[in-house]
């Protein structure tokens, strides 16, 4: 990764951090333990550097948002389905675009920014669900590294 690269990651880093702080979640509710609660899971910590593990679950929300359009607060444990109709919230939306920018670099993976671009172009079809500016730099600026702008003619 170059050194700009290696910038762009940590703008992206120290966001997640800020965000992750600034709350955003809600509490589980009780008739939904034994569910993976995205609201609260994304919010982690160990979203931010991906084990495998998590990679596969963000590779399962990628085709969430690319086929299905939807995103829901509780799945079963492997994401397979959605256990309920209760839509993930607009700031757990924004920090699943962060968390796929940052995948895309650091995998350095056009897939993962090409499920945040669409999550930036409002394909879940929500009003609810507005995107600070400052992610639509990180997006434009992750674009220039997976696909360098070409310079002159050949």
Known sequence: MHEAD??????ISAWLALDRASGGMMETCPAERNALDLEVELFH??????????????????????VVRKLYRFYLPDLARAITTTE???????????LLLKAALVQN?????????????????RDDCNFP??????????????VPPVSGTA
């Open 45 to 66: 910590p160990d979203w931010e550097e991906p084990s495998a593990d998590k990679l596969t679950q963000l590779d399962r929300l990628r085709k969430k948002i690319e």
């Open 133 to 146: 500016n400052e992610l639509h730099i990180f997006a434009h600026a992750t674009l220039d590294v997976l």
């Open 88 to 98: 993930l919230s607009a700031a757990a939306v924004r920090h699943l675009c962060a």
């Open 6 to 11: 290696s910038a762009l990651v940590s703008r």
């Open 109 to 125: 993976d056009a897939r993962y920014l090409n499920s945040a671009l669409k999550l930036l172009d409002g394909v879940l079809a």
